[in-house]
């Protein structure tokens, strides 16, 4: 398994993003960044009970399909979206690249 500490903000649903916060581990949905020429499945670990709406906070990405798809040079301050079909529900960046574990 792959992961990557990221940095991430939800948007608020008023903004286009979702009704409710995915917290805990399992969220899956998919990333977008200029870096990859296609968009890229994730599952999201860790997303605290006190995240908000609009307020950035620390988690750990798993790169789905790692070895299996091209999901480019991600580095430290690569930037990112999370998006759920077309619609973009967060924004953020990773905090380094990612790790075997």
Known sequence: MVTVPVKLSFLPYAEGGRVCLPFGSGYAPFLRTDLADHDLAVRLNDVPVSAEFGQEFSAELVL?????????????????????GPKVVARGFFLSEPEQS
Request: proline share 10%; glycine share 14%; aromatic share 20%.
């Open 64 to 84: 789905t399909y790692w070895g299996d798809r091209d999901y480019g040079p991600l580095s430290r301050g690569t930037p990112f979206e999370l998006i759920e």
